[in-house]
């Protein structure tokens, strides 16, 4: 509910404040200018045609006026005093509580406007001049809400309540009063409303706060030179509105300029920025512009990136920041600071100044993440005669987002370079190491293996069973020692050791797999399906081996039945899926991910052999591929392996 308690206001009553509640309806839009040369701080116009879009601005407006502590008039007309007091309820006001303090009253017509049968203009304004004075006296201010139906009623003439709107201007000025007169726009004739419309400074309309480029003051519209003042208005008016539509058409020229400059794919950074100086200049009408890294705390300022065609203003020059006029600008943050008259700003003693002749700058500051910070500004040695306006402020603010996200990307794309080659060094050096290490353990295993064949041979016969035993276990060992030091060699050769890629059809890749693995298949008694494959960019004896794993997993581990494999594909534009499914033992869900580690193992020796780096192998072939390589199974249920591949 609203505060209806009597709170005199401390700041004297305007237009400003009836704005600002109105605005605060999401009903209301737009921004309201003042009148340029006219003062006027006494009423709105609202122009309505219906009873929703007339109480959607009158309630607020009274609310307002109740939570200031004004004292509030109501003059009904068209409408019931009860319909007025329910439109006020809903729209949050306590009535009742508002109309016991005297904050709220109500009036009629006929008490007002009509009292006599007649409009009396005189007795209006004492009436009025009664009411401001109590309110001043009682409430600190006056705000009347009037339907204004009773210039019909009353048979007004246009003239009579244009001269009742001077006198009411002639009352009100600098007074803490304030009105709303309310217009059904189906109840008046369109000249009268054209009369209306000239005579009120700020007019409320189709749920809009607007400012009228056609107010006449009513002294004016009621005096012999109104013909005269009207054109001046017009003329001027239609100056006005063409000089703001050419500079519209300017500030969208240089936004597509700026747009066209920026996001151009084919264009470096240095030459973008070139074309934005260039183009800040133009539109700011200032010789150069530039990019500083400053440092406040150290006093510093060095200039990054200039404008080519100035001789003083180039890279590397450095200055105390102090120094500079883009000191305002870092004080100011994220916001933009202008000069036009260095001295008058405190600035007749500085660097750029003094030495380099500078008399007009607007610079922006540019925060940088994770990198110094910089000021973006234009400058001239040119005085310039006017101020910066908001639109050129806002220009050099969008201007300075670019270029703040442009260094942040570049910065971004120095850390990743930087990161990848660390990565690459680091995998070549691993590369290395690996593939020394299982070459430097080959002849040692083969001699280790070789001796205990020969100690074998010599002793067949002669060894109990139990040494000739720990001496098969030895040999056995040896031999898987040698696999496992083959499929590290494999292993770290994918990157080193691959081929070019080229067009590989994966059903010619399959028929290899499956002639390799002929015997295996009828051993099992293994029920291969192929459906069609499609073609990739690959290494073609990489990927026989990615299969050829696969494929020898899913015979391996398909538990007490004969195999079940079923490969197939689906295409979805530059990527191929390919699936391996089986109807084995499967893998718990929680051990998916281990079984591509290397040398991970989820089975002991004893039931099934392997060396543990098969997947870690045909992972690390795919990644090469720019691929993925995954598993779904279920403990029991089979599995099904796929690996996305780039299409042919």
Not at 55 to 78: D, I, S, W
Not at 244 to 265: G, V
Not at 530 to 556: C, K, M, T, Y
């Amino acid at each position: 509910m609203s505060n209806t308690a009597p709170t005199p206001p401390t700041d004297v009553l305007g237009l400003e404040s009836p704005i600002e509640a109105l605005q605060s309806s999401d009903e209301f839009r737009g921004p309201v200018e003042q009148l340029d040369g006219n003062h006027c701080n006494d009423h709105f116009a609202l122009l309505y045609e219906d009873e929703a879009e007339q109480f959607a601005a009158a309630v607020p407006f009274v609310r307002q006026g109740l939570e200031r502590g004004e004292q509030c008039l109501y003059v009904v007309a068209e409408n019931a005093r009860t319909d007025v007091e329910t439109a006020m309820r809903e729209g949050g006001i306590d009535v009742d509580a508002a109309l016991e303090t005297g904050a709220l009253a109500f009036a009629t017509i006929d008490e007002t406007y009509l009292s006599n049968g007649t409009f009396d203009a005189d007795g209006m304004m004492e009436y009025y001049e009664a009411a401001v004075n109590e309110a001043a006296a009682e409430f600190g201010a006056f705000r009347l809400a009037a339907e204004m139906s009773w210039i019909l009623e009353g048979d007004v003439t246009t003239e009579e309540c244009m001269r009742y709107e001077s006198k009411v201007n002639e009352l009100f000025d600098e007074e803490d009063a304030i009105a709303l007169c309310q217009y059904d726009l189906t109840a008046f004739s369109a000249e009268t409303i054209c009369d209306v419309v000239r005579v009120h400074p700020h007019l409320i309309y189709d749920s809009t706060v607007c400012h009228n480029f056609y107010y006449i003051p009513p002294e004016e519209f009621c005096g012999p030179e109104r013909p005269a003042r009207e054109l001046e208005r017009m003329l001027g008016t239609l100056l006005g509105r063409t000089e703001a539509k050419t500079e519209l058409r300017e500030q969208e020229r240089f936004l597509q300029q700026q747009t066209e400059i920026t996001s151009d794919p084919n264009r470096p950074f240095e030459e973008k920025l070139q074309a934005l100086f260039d183009l800040g200049s133009d539109r700011f009408g200032l010789e150069l512009g530039a990019i500083a890294r400053v440092d406040p705390d150290s006093d510093r300022f060095e200039i990054e990136y200039a404008s080519d065609d100035h001789d003083r203003f180039e890279p590397g020059v450095a200055l105390p920041l102090s120094e500079t006029y883009c000191a305002a600008t870092v004080e100011r943050r994220s916001d933009t600071a202008s000069l036009t008259d260095p001295i008058d700003a405190g600035y007749e003693h500085v660097t750029v100044h003094r030495n380099f002749g500078l008399e007009a700058y607007l610079g922006t500051h540019v925060e940088v993440e994770g990198g110094a910070d910089r000021t973006f500004f234009f400058a001239s040695a040119e005085p310039r005669n006017r101020g910066f306006s908001d639109d050129e402020h806002t220009f050099l603010r969008l201007l300075g987002q670019w270029v703040r996200y442009e260094l942040e990307q570049h910065r971004r794309e120095r850390d990743l370079e930087r990161t990848i080659d660390r990565l690459e060094d680091s995998n070549e050096r691993l590369e290395r190491f690996a593939y020394a290490a299982s070459h430097d353990l080959q002849e040692p295993l083969r001699m280790v293996s070789t001796y205990l064949q020969l100690v074998d041979g010599r002793t067949r016969g002669t060894l109990d069973e139990e040494t000739r035993e720990f001496l098969a276990f030895a040999v056995d060992g040896a031999e898987r020692m040698r696999e496992m030091i083959d499929a590290l060699l494999a292993y770290s050769r994918v990157e080193t050791r691959g081929t070019p890629f080229e067009t590989v059809d994966l059903n010619d890749v399959l028929d290899e797999v499956l002639e390799d693995l002929t015997f295996r298949i009828e051993e099992s008694d293994a029920e291969i399906i192929v459906e069609s494959l499609p073609q990739v960019e690959g290494d073609r004896s990489q990927l026989r081996q990615v299969f050829q794993n696969l494929l020898d997993n899913a015979i391996e581990y398909c538990g007490d039945e004969p195999p079940q494999v079923t490969v197939r594909a689906e295409s979805n534009g530059d990527v191929c899926t390919i699936e391996v499914h089986d109807r084995g033992i499967g893998i718990a869900p929680e051990n998916t991910g281990r079984v591509f580690e290397v040398f991970e193992r989820l089975h002991d020796r004893t039931e099934y052999d392997g060396t543990g780096i098969g997947l870690a192998l045909c992972q690390r072939i795919v990644e090469r591929h720019d691929g993925r390589i995954w598993v779904d199974a279920e403990l029991g249920e089979g599995a099904t392996f796929s690996l996305s591949l780039p299409a042919a």
